[in-house]
T-cell receptor, first 117, second 115 residues
Framework: AQSVSQHNHHVILSEAASLELGCNYSYGGTVNLFWYVQYPGQHLQLLLK??????LVKGIKGFEAEFIKSKFSFNLRKPSVQWSDTAEYFCAVIARWLDNAGNMLTFGGGTRLMVKP | DGGITQSPKYLFRKEGQNVTLSCEQN?????MYWYRQDPGQGLRLIYY???????QKGDIAEGYSVSREKKESFPLTVTSAQKNPTAFYLCASSTLTGARTGELFFGEGSRLTVL
């Protein structure tokens, strides 16, 4: 079974600081990768996703993530955070088999980001 | 607007009582899911359903039950057998393609507190 690790549970940054949130997964095959974000009081929403192609993917609100297959990683980055980026961020992985029946999206433990104004 | 509606948003329950959380979607999605969110543990899958009148256990199904009598509805019952029911519960849905690719849409969640 696949598992997903997010190394930082809590991150506190000042506005304009750069952000990198780590995500590693354990599955040797082909995967689809996601970052979801949950802003305070709002529903979980998709930030960005990687299925194939360019391993550097760009999402909404200036976020990007890089898939490094050799490291089983999919780290989330943003060059300059804003107070409005305060939220909880979840990495998620699903294995891509020929027959995906019964295979489910697996989430990491989440990282709470607080951006100080 | 199309989306997923969960109710109630907040719910308090006494120990020993069953409680049912509602989830309705008007996205015409075939697949629906229930996740439990606990601090530091991310989201864990309780049950999922890919077709009406059929559902499968997820990783932490013990103490929970579901039904899928209509395509748009997937209620979750937290029974008294669930040893630690206080949590945030998220409902999600997807197309069948989305179920394979991992693209889910989420509701706003229901927070259950057992007193």
């Amino acid at each position: 079974a696949q598992s997903v690790s997010q190394h930082n549970h809590h991150v506190i940054l000042s506005e304009a600081a750069s952000l990198e949130l780590g995500c590693n997964y354990s599955y040797g095959g082909t995967v689809n990768l996601f970052w979801y974000v949950q802003y305070p009081g709002q529903h979980l929403q998709l930030l960005l996703k990687y299925f194939s192609g360019d391993p550097l993917v760009k999402g909404i609100k200036g976020f990007e993530a890089e898939f490094i297959k050799s490291k089983f990683s999919f780290n989330l980055r943003k060059p300059s955070v804003q107070w409005s980026d305060t939220a909880e961020y979840f990495c998620a992985v699903i294995a891509r088999w020929l027959d995906n029946a019964g295979n489910m999206l697996t989430f990491g433990g989440g990282t709470r980001l607080m951006v100080k104004p | 607007d199309g989306g997923i509606t969960q109710s109630p948003k907040y719910l308090f329950r006494k120990e020993g009582q069953n409680v049912t959380l509602s989830c309705e979607q008007n996205l015409n999605h075939d697949a629906m899911y229930w996740y439990r969110q606990d601090p530091g543990q991310g989201l864990r899958l309780i049950y999922y359903s890919q077709i009406v009148n059929d559902f499968q256990k997820g990783d932490i199904a013990e103490g929970y039950s579901v039904s899928r009598e209509k395509k748009e509805s997937f209620p979750l019952t937290v029974t008294s057998a669930q040893k630690n029911p206080t949590a945030f519960y998220l409902c999600a849905s997807s197309t069948l393609t989305g179920a394979r690719t991992g693209e889910l849409f989420f509701g706003e969640g229901s927070r259950l507190t057992v007193l």
